[in-house]
């Protein structure tokens, strides 16, 4: 099993300077600003949609039991919202060939 690869928001603002030569402050409020509209349009639609890069949508889960794997021990896991996300065709073609 391989160690799964994370970025991080600096490893993006750092590319974005390397390839655009914008500040890495100007591009954190650039980011940040990105993020916050996501946030909003979550939080007022439930949907958010952008063209050519794919949807993020808000699932309700129930509540339900669960079962720590280690010790077998049964716990309630409360009902929650969660973001998923769908990316749109343009991505999966880009990734798949």
């Given amino acids: 099993m391989t160690k799964r690869e994370n970025i991080s928001k600096n490893d993006i603002l750092k590319n974005i300077k390397y390839h655009q030569g914008f500040p890495v402050s100007y591009s954190e409020k ?30 309700n889960k129930n509540s339900r039991i669960g079962r720590n ?8 896991i409360s009902s929650r919202k969660v973001v998923v996300f769908s990316p749109s065709l343009k991505v999966k073609k880009k990734i798949n060939g």
């Fill in 69 to 76: 794997p280690k010790t077998k021990e049964k716990h309630q």
């Fill in 30 to 59: 650039i980011f940040d600003y990105i993020f916050d509209i996501i946030i909003e349009g979550l939080k007022r639609d439930g949907k958010l949609k952008i063209s050519g890069f794919g949807t993020f949508k808000i699932l």
